[in-house]
């Protein structure tokens, strides 16, 4: 095919013409060479990968693929091979791409026209013969109809080259880059690119203000120097094109390749395969253009002296030229009828082409390019472009030529077969009939010439290797635990004999003792006891002895640092057996006096507790009213605060009907104040609040006065209808009232307040009856499924947002094993040492217990830290720790204590380090287990691997089962605790999955603007694009804020005057809100999900330029930070403090930078729910740009 190396010095040398450049491509240069040492070599492909849309650069995928060490010289087929497997790598990794061709990036091609064919037939394949998107209607990378596709296409990265064949084209390379860095698309290299079974692995090169502020400032001398750089390509196409074929244009060598297409079109009426086509075609357009070249080399020959007879003979003669045709229609009839299995057999010749050939094959390449372009012009004509991958296989050809050189003139007779001979003679007949300025010689004889096409060399076919192979293969030995995972895979595999040299060199025992080493019989030992030793040592240090005080001292403060919950002594009371119902139920009927006694006396203490509420309320009653009328925020404050303390239903009814009436006088009095002018809605949603409390929470207790109070309430802020559906009045005086109450009238719908303004206050749908399980709080249902999970001795994989309560599950884990007994173990698995620092802190402020002498209620286990691992009940460790004393031969005893393993933030089974210990424990584990995570992508796959684990660990189990039950029988000593732990383990696996969090979070872009930081709200859907919402529908963890809901409505409503589904969809009139005066997050949900159906609808059904333009209305003026975004970080947090969003948490990843005296940080600052989050979501990595600040922090800040 193409030599490579040969390759880079002719385009080089050819390609050498006046430049005259602005000097603007070395400093392109110097750009990218100082900004690839700093890229990341990271995973391509996260959990959410299918919110993310990335293109390849087609040209960058050829150069990869042609510089491929394992690519077969001129078998196109090869090459292919390796584009689709590349491809097809990406796609099975969930990658959503789209490759790009350039028009501009052909030119860097003429003068290689082997590769310009080679590229073409690819874009023809990917096009035809592939699912795969292909652009190829971009002029260039400069080109305005780019800069629009990539704003509306938003793709995450570019997967590019970083260098090409030639110096041009690594120069249209780093325009690429430069102008891909300007549109805030990053770059991905294919150098260096590694992959493994579920993961891509390249250097990410991201966009930065840096780069984006250089395409600005050299804008100008970059557009001329591209187009001086593509002006020079097209100068040495024509001047390619003149060398070879003398004054014939291009577009003259277009207009004949037309001609002998729509010629063979006319023979071949019945369509044909695209290599049969090629091959006529191109041979006969080859042929005639060399006839033209020799007459022309004659006319010239003829006008000079013997010096030009002597260039002429050097010229291959038109019949050695039909020779060479002759034998490649014969190498494409062996293409079409020879299996790959056979062609992959054939000898490989290692004489190379003569040097006269040279011309000859980039005249016949020159001419496959022309064909293969016209082959669009007769797309109604059938030709079959299936097997376009396999249109050039020059090892074949070589050996068909060495045949006919050497073997056929030696005597040896190649017998074909007469199909292969027929359709040669087809194809040879319908070139001579599409060559029409000359006559061509018949099919036979093959060899009309004594030429040889091959160099004469000593070997010219490369010999097998006659040494002696080495028997490779298994050492035979015998283990259970193999023969049953393998099975019958064994059968196949090649094993060794036992008197083998190799297997009697390295065996040297038949038995192996896993206690000992095999080669010294020395005692095995583990992390734990290389850890232990070293504790042993330090113990008996007093210093130390003080230290561990002071840390258990330190873990209990820091755990109530951590939570309010007060310390629980739990007390051993063995596993509880459940009763029988029917029992309970008759017992139930007649109840013992004991148990009169002891529901009386619960009931006095209610009612001895509701007084005490009561006497409460009457104390801080009348300082609370003060406080509220004069000053209202900070009144009703004290009264959250009463309310949350107060456990009597009546007496926060009585609390919440005075803060509402403090709410009214305040909202009348600020009405009368501000008139007509805008209003703070402030006291409005304070109002709203207590409505909200009383109607929902307390709705059994209001009397026919407090309904009519609320019913005031509504009908103040304007509510008129939800008023009457409330408590409906006939009086015409109150009538009257109400109309001179209309200037207090907030002036919008209930709803739409709602939403806008109390969107953080919703009620979520919560149980009311509590749970005996808990005593701290009522827990969901989705919670109380996961204490039933523990209760019935199950495992769970859990799916829920942060914060959201996932944890409490673990907690009444621990509690439930360490009531039961003494002896069992529970294993929290942690991936950080941050997280097993405070859930060992927690633990050891929750629970207290009196355990028998060296046992202790916690211990930790990890790399750099040991402390009471193995005499504990809660084990808090990491994977690595954890998997070694799983393994470990010692602790197998330990091993078979544990009862629960708890894995948190599960989700790292799918990271980039440590994976594979992750799978190795949830897979080595016999116990149930809990696995907590908030971001998992494909939690019913991960559960359906874990329920096939548990059902082999369920047949294993029950294979034993009469093995155990025998040695017990036989008087063999075991914990009766720990036979009824096995007898009660289940082997179900639950998916537990809760998606709604307790704060509505929102994003905001932080900028400087005119001296000032300024923040933007950035809505979700300005992450995404009208594509990706076609291909994919919205990201299952993109949600939106009730406001943000009403602002996506208002949008679609100001882009499509005449939208049909707008009264529907109107939050006033819309199903679920209607004459509702308590709405609830489930109802708003029900708004969202019915909104993001009717957008997508919009795009399917021919809207989606109205649907474009409402993404852009959402998306906020962005604004770049500048380099110096730390002189503002002072007034950011003032910023913060003004607007009430402290205390706030700011994120500062490390970044090295060539200052010597400082350190680069990226700032990032998370804020309240009402306000803004800057959590990277993983529905579009695009918002990477929400909320980060980049800095510059001195070193001596390095430690904080």
């Known amino acids: 095919m193409i030599n490579i190396s040969q390759l880079r010095l002719e385009t080089q040398t050819a390609a050498k013409m006046e430049e005259h450049y602005t000097g603007i491509l070395e400093k392109m240069s110097q750009v990218i060479l100082k900004k690839m040492p700093k890229a990341h070599y990271s995973s391509l492909f996260n959990d959410f990968v ?47 791409f789209a490759i790009v061709f350039f028009k501009d990036a052909e030119y860097a091609y003429f003068s290689v026209p082997g590769l310009l064919t080679l590229r073409t037939a690819l874009i023809m394949h990917l096009q035809k013969n592939t699912d795969i998107d292909v652009w190829t209607e971009f002029s260039g990378c400069l080109s305005e109809e780019w800069s629009i596709s990539l704003g509306q296409r938003c793709p995450y990265f570019l997967i590019l080259a970083d260098e090409g064949l030639n110096d041009q084209q690594t120069h249209l390379f780093n325009f690429l880059v430069i ?52 002006q020079q390509l097209e100068k040495y196409k024509d001047l390619d094109l003149t060398t070879l074929f003398g004054d014939v244009k291009f577009n003259n060598m277009v207009e004949k390749a037309w001609e002998t297409m729509s010629l063979l079109k006319q023979l071949w009426p019945e369509g044909s395969d695209i290599r049969r086509a090629l091959c006529v075609t191109s041979c006969s357009l080859f042929l005639e253009m060399y006839h033209c070249f020799l007459d022309n080399r004659e006319k010239k020959a003829s006008q000079q002296t013997c010096k030009g007879k002597q260039e002429q003979g050097s010229c291959l003669t038109l019949k050695d030229v039909e020779d060479f045709c002759k034998l490649h229609c014969l190498s494409v009839v062996f293409q079409l009828h020879l299996p790959l299995s056979q062609r992959a057999c054939s000898r490989f010749i290692t004489s190379g082409w003569i040097e006269d050939l040279k011309t000859v094959f980039k005249m016949k390449q020159w001419c496959e390019y022309f064909i293969l372009s016209n082959v669009y012009m007769f797309e109604i004509w059938r030709l079959d472009l299936l097997h376009l991958s396999d249109f050039r296989d020059e090892p074949l050809m070589m050996n068909i030529a060495f045949y006919y050189e050497n073997e056929n003139a030696e005597g040896l007779d190649l017998n074909v077969g007469d199909v292969i001979m027929k359709e040669y003679v087809h194809l040879w007949d319908t070139v001579s009939k599409l060559v029409r300025n000359f006559e061509v010689e018949k099919p036979f004889p093959l060899r009309t010439t004594r030429c040889h096409f091959l160099k ?264 008129d209808e939800l008023a009457n559906s409330l408590y409906s009045t006939q009086n015409a005086a109150d009538d009257i009232k109400m109309t001179k109450k209309n200037k207090h009238s907030i002036g919008i719908g209930p709803v739409r307040f709602q939403l806008q303004y109390m969107g953080h206050h919703l009620i979520r749908e919560e149980r009311k009856d509590p749970d005996p399980r808990v005593q701290d709080f009522i827990p969901d249902e989705w919670q109380r499924e996961l204490l039933d ?97 799983l393994l470990a031969p010692h602790r197998q005893r330990w091993v078979k204590r544990i009862r629960y393993v708890i894995f948190d933030e599960v989700h790292c089974l799918g990271g980039k380090m ?84 307790y704060n509505d979070l929102e994003k905001h872009v932080c900028s400087v603007r005119q001296g000032d930081v300024c923040f933007d709200h950035f809505h979700p859907c300005a992450a995404l694009t009208t594509d990706h919402i076609e291909k994919h529908g919205f990201p299952s963890d993109l949600v939106f804020s009730p406001r943000e809901s009403i602002q996506l409505y208002d949008t679609m409503l100001q882009v499509w005057k005449s939208w049909p589904r707008a009264q529907d969809l109107c939050p006033e009139n819309f199903t679920h809100f209607k004459n509702k005066i308590v709405i609830k997050k489930l109802d708003v949900r029900e708004y969202e999900k019915t909104l993001k159906e ?45 607007m009430d969003k402290l205390p706030a948490v700011f994120f500062l990843t490390r970044k090295k930078i060539s200052c010597a005296t400082n350190n680069s940080y990226t700032l990032s600052a998370s804020l309240p729910s009402t306000a803004m989050d800057v959590r990277s979501k993983s529905h579009s990595q695009r918002m990477r740009y929400v909320c980060k600040i980049n800095a510059v922090v001195k070193s001596e800040n390095t430690s904080s």
């Open 789 to 885: 999970v523990v209760d019935n001795y199950e495992s769970a994989v859990i799916v829920a947002p942060t914060s959201s309560g996932k944890t409490y599950a673990s907690y009444y884990c621990m509690e439930k094993v360490l009531q039961e007994s003494d002896e069992g173990v529970v294993v929290y698995v942690s991936p950080t040492k941050a997280l097993a620092n405070q859930v060992v802190a927690t633990v050891q402020n929750r629970y207290t217990k009196i355990l028998p002498a060296g046992e202790v209620l916690c211990g930790v286990f990890t790399k750099d830290y040991s402390h009471d691992a193995l005499n504990c009940q809660v084990l808090v460790t990491d994977p690595v720790s954890f998997e070694s004393l």
């Open 1094 to 1138: 009717e957008f997508t609808n919009w795009i399917k059904n021919g809207n989606e330029e109205q649907a474009r333009m409402v993404l852009q209305k959402l998306s906020p003026d962005f604004h770049d930070h500048s380099e110096r975004m730390l002189d503002f970080f002072p007034h950011l947090v003032e910023k913060l403090r003004e």
């Open 456 to 719: 004469k060399i000593p070997s010219p076919i490369k010999e097998c290797s006659q040494e002696k192979m080495i028997n490779f293969g298994f050492i035979p030995l015998s283990c259970s635990l193999v023969d049953e995972f393998a099975g019958d895979i064994l059968k196949d595999l090649p094993f060794l004999k036992n008197d083998d040299p190799v297997v009697t060199s390295w065996i040297k025992h038949k038995e192996f003792n896993e206690l000992v080493h095999w080669d010294s019989q020395r005692p095995l030992s583990d992390d734990y006891d290389k850890k232990n030793a070293k504790l042993t040592e330090l113990s008996r240090d007093p210093r130390c002895l003080r230290s561990l005080q002071k840390y258990h001292v330190f873990q209990r403060l820091y755990g109530k640092s951590l939570e309010t919950v007060s310390s629980k002594t739990i007390t051993t009371q063995g596993p509880k057996v459940k009763k029988d119902s029917s029992k309970s139920r008759s017992i139930k009927a007649h109840e013992t006096k004991a148990e009169i006694i002891a529901r009386e006396n619960k009931k006095r203490l209610i009612a001895k507790e509701e007084q005490r509420e009561e006497e409460k309320w009457k104390t801080l009653s009348s300082s609370i009213e003060k406080e509220m009328k004069t000053n209202l925020s900070s009144g009703l404050k004290k009264l959250e605060e009463f309310l949350k303390s107060c456990k009597s239903n009546p007496v926060k009814v009585q609390a919440e009907k005075v803060g509402l009436m403090a709410c009214l006088t305040a909202w009348k009095d600020y009405c009368r104040a501000e008139g007509e002018t805008t209003k703070d809605f402030s006291i409005a949603v304070d109002m709203m609040k207590r409505i909200h409390s009383l109607l929902d929470k307390h709705s059994e207790l209001l009397q026919e006065a407090d309904r009519k109070l609320i019913a005031r309430c509504l009908t103040c802020l304007g509510f």
């Open 50 to 96: 299918e919110s993310e849309f990335f293109l390849i650069d087609g040209d960058s995928l050829l150069v990869t693929c042609v510089c491929e060490k394992s690519l077969k010289p001129g078998q196109s087929l090869h090459f292919f091979y390796l584009v689709e497997r590349y491809l097809l790598d990406v796609i099975s990794k969930g990658g959503h």
């Open 914 to 997: 440590g994976a594979e210990i992750w799978e190795h424990l949830l897979v080595m584990i016999r116990c149930p287990f809990l696995a907590l995570s908030a971001t998992i992508s494909n939690p019913q796959d991960l559960t359906e691997w874990l329920r096939s684990v548990k059902r082999y660990w369920k047949e294993v189990d029950s294979a034993m089962g009469e093995k155990t039950l025998s040695k017990r029988n036989a008087g063999s000593r075991g914990s009766h605790h720990k036979d009824q732990a096995q007898a009660r383990q289940s082997y179900k696996v639950r998916l537990v999955i809760y998606g709604e969090r």
């Open 179 to 230: 102008q891909s860095w300007a549109a805030k698309v990053n770059i991905v290299l294919f150098s260096g690119q590694t992959s493994d079974i579920i993961r891509l692995y390249a250097y990410f090169m991201q966009s930065s203000y840096s780069e984006q502020l250089f395409f600005k400032q050299f804008e100008r001398d970059i557009m001329i120097d591209y187009k001086t750089l593509i």
